[in-house]
Each structure stands twice: as C-alpha cells, then as structure tokens.
C-alpha cells in the first residue's frame, strides 16, 4: 500500500513537473513570437520609413561606385608607372581623399548657401561666391604641396625606395591644379541641381561630388607623370617647385588676410585637411607595404578607389545626415545614440550590407573584360564584403562622435564633419582591406 502511495505521489510530481515545463517553455515561446513579431514589425516600419533614403542613397552610392571604378581602371592600368615612380602608391589614397575632402565641402557650403538664401540659383556673382571658390583654389594648392612632402617624409620614416621631394610636389601640386579644373566647375554644377531637384545632398550631392574626385584625381595624376617626364631632374623643375612655393606661401597669407568667410574657410579647413593629409598618406603607407602583391593582382588596384570611394560616401552620408539632425533639434547631443540616430545607423549598415559585395563583383567584373588579371569572382566579393563589413562599425562611431564634437564645439559641419571622417575613414579602409586579402589568400 504504502509502495503505491509513493509511486502514485512520485507520478504525481513528474506529471506536475512536465506540466510546469511545458508551461513554461509555451510561455518561453509565446514571449519569443510575440518579441520576432515586434521585431518584424519594427524593420517592417523601419524600411517603410526609410525607404526612400535608401533608395536615393543606393542609387547615388551606385553611381559613385561607377566613377570609383573608372578610377579603379586607371591604376589597375598604372602598374608600370607605380614601378617607374616608386613611392607613387604613398600619395595616390591621399590626393583622392583630397580632392573629395575640398570640393565635397566646397558642395556642402554652396547647398548651405543656396537653401538659406545667401546665394542665388543664378549663381550671381557676390562675395559669398567668391569667397567659396578663392578658399577652394587655395586649398587645392596648399594641401597638394603639403601632400607632396607628407608622401616623401613617409617613404622616408618607413624605408620604402621613393622618388625626391621635387618629384612627389611636381606631381601632386600639378595634378591638383589639373583635377580641380574640372572639378570646381562639376562642383557648382552639381549642387545648383541638387538645389533645382530638391535632392537631399545628405544622400546625394555629397557622394557625387566624392566620386567626381575620385574620378579625375588619377588621370590628373598621369597628367602630371607626363609633365615631370619632361623636366625632371632638370633646371625647369627646380624653378617648378620653387613658383609653386611661392603660389602656396602667398595663397595662404591671402587666405587669412582676406574677407570673413574666406578666413573662415581658409581657418576651420587648414588644420582639419592637414590632418586629413597624414591620414591619406598613411592610407598609402598601408597600401604600398603590399606594393608587390598588389602588382602581382592589378584587380587589387581596381578595387582600392572603389573601396575607399564607397566607404567614404557612407561615412559621409551619415555625418551628413546626423550634422543635419543634430542641427534641426531631431538628434539631441549626447553621448549616446539612440531614436534617430540608431535609425540612421541602421541606413547604414543595410547600405553596407549591399554595396561592399556589389563592388567586389564590379571589380571583378571590368577587370576580367580588360584582361587586367583577377582573383575570381568568389575571391573579390569576399574580400570586399569582409573588410566593408569589418570596417562598418568603425563608419558609424566616427560619424556619430565626430557629428556630435563639431556640434558641441559650434564649428561648421560643411568644413570639419565630411573632411575628416573621410580622411579618418581611408587608413583604415586599407588596413581592412590588407587584412581581408590576408586572411583569404592565406598570404
């Protein structure tokens, strides 16, 4: 009796046992599909909300992404040149990284411009204007002339074979004075349609006017090796050298002479793009201690601006977006992201997670049809997704904390938030870049 007692209790107890189980893994479940539920519900709304900025973003990203490929063919097309002219891969990242940094802030300040009032869609002449392209002209010189010794002095502290300090300002300051010929006019163009179009130059404007940069920067470079051929190690290049010093010394003291907004400009935009110069070349450091591997797999060169070029656009799209935030009021000041800011993250990342293996298969893809060697459709897209998506969480730390510092500190976006965070971006970009091709080809 007592026995079947005790089994009965026994019984009783494991039945009570599965019961409070499965109770409690239903329950477990229920909380689990009621949370996938709120969840699907919030990227259902997220991409309902979003919708529109990421398909302008991708569609301008895509463009970019053209530009930064023609590029890409340019110095995949370059190797010889980048044997000839050792060094040359030090200076390549930064002079792009330059030309997008000083015009994307000249687009930056004429959309500012032109919305509040200041500047008129006919682009009249006023000293707004003026102002904007003298600052941009002097830029252009001083930051090349600095990019040309900042790409010498680092072959130097590595030990890498380089050319003389001549030869690296001759080309830099040449193909910057080349590249900004074309580009100040894209500029001015670009940004009076993004005004006429109503485009949202947070999505837009700013990344064509990057990619405009990336796509004359290397034929205005190759321009420039055609020039240096013809009075390198001679008379005329020491007088060269000698007249674009003196071009720089008298820009610069004109600059902070001048009226306000060119003192502004020339102020806030000096000691950022100086600092943008050394990251650049520290880009190209990174590059060039590769260079034989990469010469080896000139589709690697391919990939290099449009890499760079795509990452700097969203870095620059979320600055853009979040300076506009924070300005606005939408995006509080603070420490931490969250509302707004986590939602223009996530534009973010579901940019990267499209475009970084799309421009892995582009590469791929041009540098096959012209006979420039590749390393496989399957190779390309994963080094280019592993290092995009290494690199993604770096994109939007810099963007926000650099977003929120120039607000704090009352500076103008247009001249700080864009320059740097892309300069920052480039070294970077390349190290991940170096450590995918690591890591996949096992070298």
Known sequence: MKRRERLLRMTRILLQSLLTFTVNISIAASRGWVRAFNLSRKFGSFFRDSRRILGESFVALFICAIGDLIAGIFLGKMSPMLESYPGLLVLIPGAIGMRGNIFGALGSRLGSGLHIGVLSPELRRSDVLADNI????????????????????????????????????????????????????????????????????????TPLIAASGDLFTLPS??????????????????????????????????????????????RQS??????????????????????????????????????????????????????????????????RPHGEAL?????????????????????????????????????????????????????????????????????DPDNIVIPLSTSMTDPVANTCLVIAIITIMGL
């Open 221 to 266: 470079i190759f321009a420039a090796l055609a020039v240096l051929e013809m009075v390198r190690n001679g008379f005329f290049e020491w007088i060269l050298f000698a007249i674009f010093l003196l071009i720089g010394a008298a820009g610069l003291i004109a600059g902070f002479r001048g009226r306000y907004d060119l003192r502004k400009i020339i």
């Open 134 to 205: 003298e600052g941009t002209i002097i830029l252009t010189v001083v930051m090349s002339l600095f990019l040309g010794f900042m790409a010498w002095i680092f072959c130097q502290l590595f030990g890498f074979e380089s050319m003389g300090i001549m030869d690296f300002t001759v080309i830099s300051v040449i193909g910057g004075i080349i590249s900004g010929a074309f580009l100040l006019p894209a500029t001015v163009l670009i940004s009076l349609k993004s005004y006429e179009n109503g485009w949202d130059p947070d999505n837009v404007t």
């Open 343 to 411: 939602r223009n993250f996530g534009i973010i990342a579901v940019l990267s997670l499209l475009i970084y293996p799309t421009i892995g298969l582009l590469a791929h893809l041009v540098s096959d049809f012209l006979g420039i060697g590749s390393l496989g459709p399957f190779s390309m897209v994963l080094i280019s997704s592993m290092a995009g998506y290494m690199l993604t969480p770096f994109l939007l730390l810099v963007g926000f904390y650099l977003s929120s510092a120039s607000y704090r500190l009352r500076l």
């Open 270 to 335: 000096v000691p950022v793009l100086l600092i943008c110069s050394a990251l650049g070349t520290t880009a190209g450091t990174v590059l060039n201690s590769k260079l034989s591997f990469i010469l080896d797999n000139p589709a690697i060169l391919a990939l290099v601006p449009l890499f760079s070029g795509e990452s700097g656009d969203l870095v620059s799209i979320l600055g853009a977006r979040l300076s506009s935030g924070l300005h606005s009021g939408i995006i509080p000041a603070s420490l």
